[in-house]
């Protein structure tokens, strides 16, 4: 199983947000490229960014991202976060990233999603499905979907993406360990295209996605706040 980081951006800092709410916000940097230069040189599979300004319609970090693109690598790097207009979508890819990570699209237009995918290919292209009792949000984790999880699930299989990144808005940022109940609930044959993230704090919790078969996880406060070494994140990730 794969272990990514994420960088989550604010007005030019590495953040988090508890359950996704600006006035629960931890700051931990305000030199993100400096971050993932250090991501860089651990035994991590991937460095995940999002721009929580753009996913929340009120900036950008484009510069600061492009910027953690040069000091990431040779790291795998996806970014999401305010992806609504293929325009934005291509010039980010076109800027070198692995993966782009979709949401809001899946739901308001997915034949943009069919575009991209047509032309870039299934490898560039992360699907989130961002849950909250049950249900799909989108906009930031601003607007429920309607959406049933299950019904997501089957929505991006339609779309023929290959990689999902499924979080728990109510354990994201908390520490209190994977929504379980969830990720035990999808079915094995899916588990190994999945991201699992939300609220992971130990390597005992990575070892338990992975043996329940998932393609990797996401840590962040875990990371940050070196709740242990990542290097046992890492360790725990590979017993499967």
Known sequence: MEIWVSIDLLEGRVVRLVKGELGNMLVYSSN?????????????????????DAALNRGSNEQTIKEIIKSARPKMLQV???????EKIKRVLDWGVDRVVIGTLLFKAPEVVREILDTYGRERVTGALDFDAGEIVYEGWTMKSLTKLEDGLRLVENLSLRYILMTSVKRD?????PDLSVFESIPEQRRGDIYASGGIATPLEVRRLARLGYKGVILGRAYYEKLAPLKEYVKAAKVA
């Open 173 to 177: 940022g908390t520490l209190e360990g």
């Open 80 to 86: 999401g976060g305010g992806f609504r207009n293929i």
């Open 32 to 52: 993100p490229a400096y971050v993932a230069s250090q991501l860089a040189s651990t035994d991590i599979d991937g460095v995940h960014v999002v721009d929580i």
